[in-house]
């Protein structure tokens, strides 16, 4: 970035009221006052002509006299914009505006906070250390409430293997040892002592590096930041803590949360280390994938979740918007960051999840509902949508699962699904993320960020300045007709099955901030991904046998519905324990 442009920026406050690249020459061109009306200039830089090249990015246009007319408010603007910036807002202060997902006149059916699961004596511990770690969260507690194992054990088993593997993987930013062996100790007292905190009680955890650790490396994985060191505790971190968890370390995260880059690194998918894991929850992925943790916390915004355990064959779970509270992690977009676990098996969600949910004064976002999961709900009672056409756009593995699905005894019918053009929707994650950041644009710390490429943030954030208030507004709008239709669509439904990404079902549930669970389905063939996902193009290029996923959609705040549902189906399609060669 040039110093002329930095200047300009911040001197120029017209960006998105009335203004254009035109707009922002003119105002460092300091023009000439001849003022003939409706032509020249007045005062110091805001000209006709400048509204006029302004009108091309918002698709509009007005009249010479009309553009004439407001000059003199749009002057006004630019001295009020100049004020709003000179405000210091950090990155903890959420706009006035709070989204609900519960629309006006629909409400939340009461849930106790219940977790029913099956009793089962647990299996002998194995022998072999990496068969202990790649154990469910389940079974480990179950091993560690029988004595067979030690939490100070488990943890050293998984600090071993981050020793041993994650110089390949680069799941991790910070390991905490210290922290971890103190905290099984605590555990393994508890244990001794009689006290039982719950499911997750002993369980080593890696959390991804958006959360905040009181005195521990919170890097959000930029450059900017890599040296930041929170005086507090996240929320969940403070829940996970009194739940018993034994905190492994802050797992890695592409820079503010976009991508499986960080600092010069890229997290690796287990399954094929020349591709990155994907992200924004790339270590969490990667970590629990290769065995170096129990479970992982993730966070998603659109698709932070769902992407990167699509590519390392993890299960994922993205909660309601507001099951989880967000405060103490970096905010991205107010209106659609979601907290959720990252796992190897579906139940283990439901247990993290237990831990996960409440209210929270700290964000205003959450919501007063309990999370029940009961593992003898009857499936085959369910009725389960699905959209042919989603899966015309998916492949075989895709089409196995909704045979899988129609074998467990559900009443397959199809969803309808809405039938409109929403993917100006996308707008929301990038104006709120620009705003969220905004002085690393205006400052022009923006290119500390390694990744400098169109579809980077630096980029983004520059073009979102050019989204005007009014159609943001109209975007909002646009996401409360979603919101509507969906709503509608999911009445007499207990889920829908689809492709993660097909027909747009990832923004759209993200924007109506619906649940959604990425399990593991199969297996194919692929070519070297990028972070988008794409194959590479060139014919012939070699491929690796990488894993594929299935999701499951659920009604607002019924994520137990799913998570009864995805484990069935996991059983049915038997392809959930395979690991990763190598590790």
């Avoid at 287990?270 to 929850?281: D, I, M, T, V």
């Avoid at 901030?513 to 692929?526: E, I, K, N």
């Amino acid at each position: 970035m040039t110093a002329s442009r930095r200047d300009v920026l911040r001197g120029a406050a017209l960006t998105g009221v009335a203004a254009g690249a035109g707009a922002l020459g003119a105002c460092a061109e300091k023009p000439d006052r001849t003022g003939a009306a409706g032509e020249g200039p007045i005062d110091d830089g805001v000209t006709v002509r400048a509204v006029e090249q302004a009108e091309k990015l918002q698709g509009i246009a007005f009249t010479p006299d009309e553009r004439a007319m407001m000059l003199e408010q749009l002057e006004g603007k630019l001295e009020a914009l100049a004020a709003l910036r000179a405000i210091d807002m950090p990155n903890t202060l959420a706009p006035a505006l709070t989204f609900d997902p519960v629309l006006p006149g629909k409400s939340v059916g009461a849930q106790k906070n219940e977790l029913k699961l099956e009793p089962r004596a647990p299996r002998q511990l194995p022998s072999s250390d990496a068969d202990i770690a790649y154990a469910s969260v389940a079974e480990q507690g179950a091993w560690l409430r029988a004595g067979a194992i030690t939490s100070a054990d488990l943890t050293e088993l998984y600090l071993a293997r981050i020793a041993r593997f994650d110089t390949r993987l680069h799941a991790y930013i910070t390991v905490t040892p210290q922290i971890a062996r103190a905290q099984a100790a605590a555990a393994d007292e508890d244990f001794a002592e009689g006290r039982d905190r719950g499911p997750l009680h002993g369980i080593p955890y890696g959390l991804k590096d958006l959360a905040d650790t009181k005195g521990v490396l919170t890097t959000w994985g930029a450059t900017p930041f890599k040296d930041r060191i929170p005086d507090s505790d996240a929320e969940v971190v403070k829940k996970l803590r009194r739940a018993g968890a034994v905190l492994l370390g802050k797992t890695s995260c592409g820079a503010i949360a976009y991508g499986d880059q960080w600092f010069a690194e890229r997290t690796r998918n287990p399954w094929n280390l020349e591709e990155g894991s994907s992200g924004s929850s790339a270590g969490s992925a990667s970590a629990v994938a290769a065995g170096l943790c129990s479970f992982a916390i993730g966070t998603e915004t659109l698709g932070s979740i769902v992407s990167p355990s699509e590519r390392c064959g993890t299960t994922g779970l993205r909660p309601t918007f507001g099951r989880v509270s967000r405060a103490g992690f970096m905010a991205l977009c107010w209106s659609l960051d979601k907290v959720g676990p990252i796992c190897r098996t579906v139940e283990d969600t439901a247990l993290a999840l237990s831990e996960l949910n409440g209210y929270d004064a700290d964000d205003p976002a959450t919501a007063r509902v309990g999370f029940a999961y009961d593992a003898g709900l009857d499936v085959a009672g369910m009725t389960v949508g699905y959209v042919p056409a989603l899966f015309d756009e998916g492949d075989g593995v895709d089409k196995k699962a909704l045979e899988a699905m129609e074998r467990l005894g559900v009443t397959l019918k199809e969803f309808p699904w809405p039938d409109f053009d929403f993917q100006s929707l996308v707008e929301i994650v990038r104006v709120e993320a620009a705003a969220a950041f905004s002085e690393l644009t205006l400052s022009g710390r923006d290119d500390e960020l390694v990744w400098q490429e169109p579809r980077a943030w630096p980029n983004t954030w520059r073009a979102a300045r050019f989204i005007s208030a009014v159609d943001y507004v109209q975007i909002d709008r646009l996401r409360r007709k979603l919101m509507v239709e969906l709503s509608e669509a999911f009445e007499g439904f207990d889920a829908l099955i689809g492709p993660h990404y097909a027909g747009g079902a990832l923004l759209a549930a993200n924007a109506t901030g619906h649940p959604q669970l990425a399990l593991r389905a199969g297996f194919a063939q692929r070519a070297n991904r990028t972070r988008f996902r794409n194959p590479e193009e060139a014919e012939g290029a070699p491929t690796q046998r990488v894993p594929r996923g299935i999701s499951l959609w659920g009604d607002l705040f019924q994520e137990g519905k799913i998570i009864a549902l995805g484990r069935a189906l996991e059983a049915r399609l038997n392809v959930a324990d395979e690991r990763p060669p190598g590790f």
